[in-house]
């Protein structure tokens, strides 16, 4: 399960070149052709609430979000653990309240396939999705922490 996730991961980072590409596209398309300013904005924000969706569950895989997490892994097995729970007490309610709220707004943005208002682009569904994703990326990986934490726990320590 944790090399898949960190594929994911990593296929998502890739989001960020045509992020990028877009951002800076956006000026030249207003100035110079007049036109395709809003769907290169409406379309780098669907790849940005993407990206950062992801992005929080790949910090803390990669061992670089500012989360207490981190700490977990340096300290003893019995602070880890505790760690890991109050974590996941602090993170697992607001996933779950998130999916449960957003989640029928996001099934119903996608069969309406929302629009953005402004430049009226379909994909505005895309960023519910992210949403949702977010969520339950955090809420994944909230989970597995606790797991590692306990089964370095119950690991026999290790002969020199």
Request: charged share 10%.
């Amino acid at each position: 399960m944790k090399r898949r996730l960190s594929a994911l991961l990593t296929a998502a980072s890739l989001l960020v070149l045509p992020l990028a590409l877009l951002l800076c596209a956006q000026w030249p398309l207003r100035d110079w052709l007049q036109a395709y300013s809003l769907q290169a904005n409406d379309t780098a924000q669907i790849l940005f609430g993407l990206y950062a969706a992801i992005a929080v569950t790949a910090a803390s895989v990669s061992k670089t979000h500012l989360a207490l997490v981190n700490h977990a892994h340096a300290a003893t097995k019995t602070i880890a653990i505790w760690r890991a729970w109050l974590l996941a007490i602090c993170v697992v309610p607001w996933a779950l309240f998130l999916l449960w709220t957003a989640t029928p707004q996001m099934w119903a943005s996608i069969k309406a396939l929302e629009i953005f208002s402004e430049g009226l682009t379909p994909g505005y569904f895309v960023l519910r999705i992210a949403l949702v994703l977010l969520a339950l990326l955090v809420l994944v990986e909230a989970v597995a922490h606790v797991l590692q934490a306990h089964r370095r726990l119950t690991q026999p320590p290790k002969q020199p």
